[in-house]
């Protein structure tokens, strides 16, 4: 059985509109591309058909991926999200012991990472790290690749 995924409200909307778009739109322009190709001539030498296939095949596995991501969402509420400590749905403020420098995450489900975004999933090491958590508290971290990593909480508020 598959594991329940926690998601936010924005996630669950974001992944939402994405099954739409593809569901509706993308699906459409590739039915469409088939069709076009399909009047090229014989299908068996049609790179064309081949393409718009191949393109169709990879489409649907996406959607079929994304409504299972959707059936194993469980929404954080958002107005249960507790600010005492690190959990999905908290931006939390931290501060590297070593250089100082101070960094600021939105903590959410795996499935809405985005490092780029300063979203991180509660798996991922620092989030594991820092869930459950106080503000004040000094976490150790362990990275991949040399000396662990020492945090201090600086400040917990809802995202």
Known sequence: ????????QEGLEKLKTEIDHLSTVKR???????????EFGDIAENSEYDDAKNEQALLE?????????LRRA???????????????GVRVHIK???SGDSRKFQIVGPTEADPAEQKLSNESPIGKA????????????DVPRGPKKKYK???IEAA
Not at 74 to 88: L, Q, Y
């Open 1 to 8: 059985m598959a594991r329940e995924a926690l998601i936010t």
């Open 153 to 155: 909480i600086t400040k």
């Open 96 to 98: 590297d012991q070593k």
């Open 74 to 88: 469980s929404v954080v509420d958002e107005n249960a999200i507790d600010t005492e400590s690190v959990g999905v």
């Open 130 to 141: 820092l869930s459950g958590h106080k503000r004040g508290d000094v976490v150790t971290v």
């Open 28 to 38: 459409r322009e590739v039915a469409e591309r088939i069709k076009d190709a399909r």
């Open 61 to 69: 596995q996406r959607i079929a991926q994304l409504e299972e991501r």
